[in-house]
């Protein structure tokens, strides 16, 4: 959905689909150096640590990147993205 719907480009062409993602470190962002990051806080969605992900993405090496510096990283809505994907009503709050 986030490459056919909205026309991003995945910044590593290697990484393969999956149900939770993939682990990466800070250099590895660094290295391949995205347009844009998007964001899903997995910790926001079932604690009550609202802003845990910007707490770990606020460093030197993250400040660096294109996204960082044109202020394209994208905190998407973790309890839609996370806990209720596929229904429509969750569908239409993704694209908003």
Same mark, same amino acid.
């Given at each position: 959905?986030? %490459? ?19 682990? /990466?470190?800070?250099e %590895?962002i660094? #290295?391949k150096?995205?347009d %844009?990051?998007? /964001?899903?806080?997995?910790?926001a !969605?079932?604690t009550?640590?609202a ?5 770990v993405?606020?460093?030197e ?5 294109? !996204? !960082?510096?044109?202020?394209?990283? =994208? ?13 429509? #009503?969750?569908? #239409?709050?993704? =694209?908003?």
């Amino acid at each position: 959905m986030i %490459y056919t719907g909205f026309g991003f480009t995945p910044a590593d062409k290697q990484i393969k689909s999956s149900t939770h993602g993939m682990s /990466v470190g800070f250099e %590895y962002i660094a #290295e391949k150096n995205p347009d %844009y990051l998007l /964001v899903i806080d997995r910790t926001a !969605a079932i604690t009550d640590k609202a802003d845990n992900a910007k707490q770990v993405l606020d460093n030197e090496i993250i400040k660096k990147t294109k !996204a !960082a510096k044109n202020n394209h990283i =994208v905190y998407l809505d973790s309890s839609i993205w996370y806990l209720a994907f596929g229904g429509l #009503e969750s569908m #239409e709050s993704m =694209v908003s």
